[in-house]
C-alpha cells in the first residue's frame, strides 16, 4: 500500500485547508485511515482517525469541531477537513493505515502504511 498525502500550504489563522490521502496499491475499504501531525520539535500526535468498517470517526480534543474526517471509496481517497485553523495547528500531517482495525489507534506504532507528509503553516 502506498499513500499519498496532499494539500497542505500557508494559511491565515481561522483560515480552512483539506488535506488529501491518496491509496494505492489496496483498497481503502480494507483500511482504517488516520491523520497524524508533528511540529518541528514536538512528538507526533494523533489527529483524526476513521474506522474501514465505519461509525463514528476520531478526533483529538485540540481539533474537535474544528476538522472532519471523510473518505470516498470511490477514488480510495481519505479526506482531512481542517476549518478554524490556529497557528498551533502549523505542523507535517501524515496519513496512515492499517488493515482491518476495528477502531483508530491514538498510537503510530499501530500502523502499517504512512503518507510521505505534507507542511501545513498557519500564519497569525
Known amino acids: 500500500v502506498q499513500l499519498q498525502a496532499s494539500g497542505g500550504g500557508l494559511v491565515q489563522a481561522g483560515g480552512s485547508l483539506r488535506l488529501s490521502c491518496a491509496a494505492s496499491?489496496?483498497?481503502?475499504?480494507?483500511?482504517?485511515l488516520s491523520w497524524f501531525r508533528q511540529a518541528p520539535g514536538e512528538d507526533r500526535e494523533f489527529v483524526a482517525g476513521i474506522s474501514w468498517s465505519g461509525g463514528n470517526p476520531y478526533f483529538a480534543d485540540s481539533v474537535k469541531g474544528r476538522f472532519t474526517i471523510s473518505r470516498d471509496n470511490a477514488k480510495n481517497t481519505v479526506y482531512l477537513q481542517m476549518n478554524s485553523l490556529k497557528p498551533e495547528d502549523t505542523a507535517t500531517y501524515y496519513c496512515?493505515?492499517?488493515?482491518?482495525?476495528?477502531?483508530?489507534?491514538?498510537?503510530?506504532?499501530?500502523?502499517?502504511?504512512w503518507g510521505q507528509g505534507t507542511l501545513v503553516t498557519v500564519s497569525s
Open positions: 496499491g489496496r483498497t481503502i475499504t480494507v483500511l482504517t
Open positions: 496512515a493505515a492499517v488493515p482491518y482495525r476495528s477502531r483508530p489507534s491514538t498510537s503510530g506504532n499501530e500502523y502499517l502504511y
